[in-house]
């Protein structure tokens, strides 16, 4: 099942969820979702690699299964937040960024941080608005 529980007006998508840890991979509310930091991890949850690249992806990857979940796209995201250990990864992502949007990408911002969760390289967490391709046909 894709949407564990439904409380007062919010879904919440446990489509990835993480053994051991408690939160929700994402939450949606009308028609906007709310994602969580998505790794660049498999099933099990272990990292796929030590590099940026691979981790990159694979956390992409993660977010646009959740997003399926939800009925949604990558297309439908406006805005995502990106955690990095260290700036010299930034262009290294920003390639594997550019494959899953190379055109129209949403608004991204970019941290360095000293550590993050299970060793990652990379968290990536996103708000996605269903059918945002009707709103950005009206900004073009």
């Known amino acids: 099942m894709v949407f564990t529980e439904v409380m007062?007006?919010?879904e919440l998508?446990?489509?990835g969820k993480l053994?051991?840890?408690r939160y929700s991979p994402g939450v949606v509310v009308g028609d906007t979702a709310y994602l969580a930091g998505h790794f660049g991890v498999d099933k099990g949850g272990k990292l796929v690699a030590d590099d940026i690249?691979?981790?990159g992806r694979q956390a992409l990857a993660n977010m646009r299964a959740t997003l399926e979940a939800a009925g949604m796209t990558l297309e439908d995201v406006v805005s995502m937040r990106v955690w990095l250990t260290t700036?010299?990864?930034m262009p290294a992502f920003d390639e594997v960024?550019?494959?899953f949007y190379p055109v129209d990408p949403p608004a991204r911002t970019a941290f360095m941080v000293e550590?993050?969760?299970l060793g990652a390289a990379v968290e990536l967490d996103a708000i996605a608005v269903r059918d945002s391709?009707?709103?950005k046909a009206r900004l073009a």
């Open 53 to 55: 690249a691979s981790q």
């Open 87 to 89: 700036y010299d990864d």
């Open 19 to 21: 053994p051991g840890y």
């Open 115 to 117: 550590k993050l969760p």
């Open 133 to 135: 391709s009707e709103v």
């Open 97 to 99: 960024y550019g494959a």
């Open 8 to 10: 007062v007006g919010r």
């Open 13 to 15: 998508i446990t489509r």
